[in-house]
Structures are given as structure tokens and as C-alpha cells.
């Protein structure tokens, strides 16, 4: 945890305990009878009318113990998901885990699965009638393919999705046709952030972006005035050595932050939105700041190698003034980032008529239990049981905070975050980043974007016959 961070906490543990010490002293302690003499005590009645008996309460029903019978349950993902100890969250964790495993008489076995395997892996186990995990981790693009080929279980009949500890951003993203096939708990993570390098920022004089974001002000333009004032050749070799903007898949953030989306489904059917005007607004707001060379061009770059996370990497060097891609990346700025960084919402854009910070989600993962998966019913009755809120989470309303304290660098961040969940700032990329054939189609007119040798009439036109064609594929196949 950053050093701000500790000394904020610190004040706000004096402040809880200042309240409680002027709270306590406007209280009684206990009830002092008042005095009295025998004189003064009246007689009882001679009958009493015995008084009704209280309603007692329903004792508990028995709790459930189920005995799986050594049975091993496999839980997948491609990061490791054993839970770990050192932190409150974690150690409850490590302590439910070998409560639950003796309880039950199970074992939790935690399998490793490449990012770019998983949907190989996925279908061909659950074809082969012996699925690779009993709880298998899914992206919110892949659920929609692997559940039309019936290759996911179907959860409403397993898990009651009224309960409030399933995240309702997670249950929508999974439910097709009426179905559900994805769960989680607690809040989803956060995805489309901008963050900003607050070195610079200072160094350049440049408006305070949460001041921004507070007051409504955080627009496009406003950004675009911010992204110039960055954006210079700091050393005089008539070259731009320090920019105001860069990122990742910014064309998909910019029309989400518009309020509008790369593909929609429209009585049934698939339609490119490419020629819309919002969308059409985002790409050429785009593209003319690359030509301008207020976005980092990873084409114009001196490298030996060009990796797709360049900007990343140029943003942590302390030569991006911001950066727009997915929260994820801040465990990178962390651990290597010596500049300062703060961040917040997207911009809005001047078609968003709503007005809203909209957060792209993509890529969002939650679990799921592959077909094939024997005993189902078991799988469902342990996955209830881990998943059950902790009572110290369910008493601070703050717990979700935790897993943020060692990211973030401020508490400006966090209250970021919590308006974010509190005005449901997330929108999904839609039907677009479902269809694989589609995304790679794109990558090619992302670059054309960057380059900025054709038009974005001409990137539309080259790209947008085939696009269309693989989303009515797609959908034609469901």
C-alpha cells in the first residue's frame, strides 16, 4: 500500500474512533432504578393474568452435509486461482477452503489453462466426455459460441440468481436465449480506464482530471485540450518524444464512451454499425489525432520490435501523458511504473446523449460448469458454499476496496471505482467482440486507423462486406 494511502487510513480509523468516544458520552450505560421506599411500593393484584407467551422463532433448518467421497473438484482458470494467505480476504479463503474439503470430504485441485487454449480445451474435453475442470473460467466473448454448441451447462435450475450475492453485470453477460451460463460474485472487475501520469501532468500544468470527471467536464474535447498542451518534443530533435495520448483498442473504448457499439442485433439479425454517425464520429476523431501525432504511434516508433502492448510500455516510461486501455494493466504500473499515475473513467462523447461515463467491458470472466460434468448437482452444492459472502464483507461496505488498496495510488482512485459501480458505468462491447472471425478482420483496418494513409471512408469500405458477413455467419450458426 502506497504511503498516502496508510496515513489516509490512519486519519480515518481516528476519525471512526473520535465519533465513537462523542457518541458514547451522549449515552446511559445501564438503567438506574429510581428510590424508592416499601412504603411507596403498590401492592400487587391479587389474580395476574399470566401473560401470552412470546413467539418464539422457527428454530434453523439442519444444515446440509454432503459427503463426496474424496471426490476431486477442478477449478480452471489461466492465472492461479489457489487462494492465498497473507491478506484478511485471503486468509478467510485458505481457512474456508480447509474447513469446506474436510466438511465435505473433497479436494479442491486448481488447474492452469493458457489464455489462448481455453476454448480449444473447453470443447474438446466436454466432446471427448471427460471435461478438463468441474468450475471452468470463461470470457464473456467466448460463452456465447461454446453455449450455442451445447457445450455449457445451463446454471438457473443449479443456483438461485435472485440471491444478492450473484453479480447481476455477470448474469447478463451470460444469459442467452434465456439462459444462464456464467457466474460470479461481488463486483465485477474493472475494465475501459484511463489512466493518467501525474508527473506530467504537474510538470505541464495540466487541469486535475478527477476535478474534471467530478464536475461533469470529462468530455472529448476536454481531453483532446489536455492531450495537446502534453504532446511535444521535449529535447528539440524536431521529433515528438512525449505524448498526450495513448492505448489500446481506443477505436472500440471511443464509440462505447459515445454511446454506441460496433454491432447490434436488430430483428434477429446481425447489423455492422460502422456507417453510423456516432461510430463514424469516434473513428474519425481517432484517426485525426493519430495523424496529428497527439496519439502514440507504435508505426512511428524507433523499436527493434513492435509488441502489441508498446504503448503500455511507453506509458510507464514516463513519455504517455495518458493512457486508454483496461484496469488489468495497472498490476504492470505497479510494480515497474517510478512516475505517479491516477486514473479515471473514460471520456464522454459528444453523441452520448445520456450524458454517462460509459466503461467498455470486454474480455469479462466469470465461472461456469462445462457439460459432461458428472454429478452436476454436487459441483453446484460446493460452488454455493465457497461462493457464500464472509460476514466481515457483508458488515463493512467497503471490503470490495481490498484488492484495489495495492494497485491504485490514492484514494481519488477509489472513489473512482465506487461511482463507477454505483452508477453502472460498464457497457459491453456487444455481439462484435463475440465473433472471433470479425475482431481478426478488424485488426487490419485498427492499424489502417493508426497509419492514417486512407481514409476512414476507405478502411469502412474495404473492411465492412466481410465483417458483415462473418456476424451473419455467426448468427446463422447459433
Known sequence: ???????????????VMMVAVIAGCGQKTGTTPTDTTPDEVEPAPAEQTPSEPADEEPEPEPEEIRDLGGRVIKVAAWWDLTPQGGTPSGDRQVARREEMEQKYNFKFEYVNVPWDQTVETYSSSVMAGDPFADIATLEDNWVIGLANSGFVTELDSLFDFTDEKWDQVTKSLSTINGKTYGMGTGKWWPRGIVFYNKNIFEREGLENPYELMKNGQWTWEKLEEIARKATKDTNNDGKIDQWGLGGMDIDYSLVISNGSEFASIVDGKAKLNFREPAVL???????????????????????????????????????????????????????????????????????NTEKKYYCMISGHNFQTIPKNVKNVEDIAFIWNKWTEPFPEDLEDPDAWMEPHMNNVRDQESLEVLKYMYDNNCGKHVGLFGAV?????????????????????????????????????DFLANK
Open 281 to 351: 464520429e469516434a473513428f474519425n476523431f481517432y484517426q485525426r489525432l493519430c495523424k496529428e501525432g497527439i496519439i502514440f504511434n507504435k508505426f512511428n516508433y524507433e523499436a527493434e520490435e513492435i509488441p502489441w502492448d508498446l504503448a503500455a510500455n511507453v506509458f510507464k516510461e514516463g513519455k504517455i501523458a495518458m493512457f486508454w486501455y483496461q484496469y488489468w494493466k495497472i498490476d504492470d504500473f505497479r510494480d515497474n511504473m517510478a512516475d505517479d499515475y491516477g486514473l479515471v473513467l473514460p471520456p464522454i462523447g459528444p453523441s
Open 436 to 472: 472471433r472471425p470479425a475482431v481478426e478482420l478488424w485488426w487490419g483496418g485498427q492499424d489502417d486507423l493508426l497509419k492514417g494513409e486512407k481514409t476512414v471512408a476507405q478502411i469502412i469500405d474495404e473492411k465492412y462486406d466481410a465483417i458483415q458477413a462473418a456476424l451473419d
Open 1 to 15: 500500500m502506497s504511503r498516502g494511502l496508510k496515513k489516509l487510513l490512519a486519519l480515518s480509523l481516528v476519525t
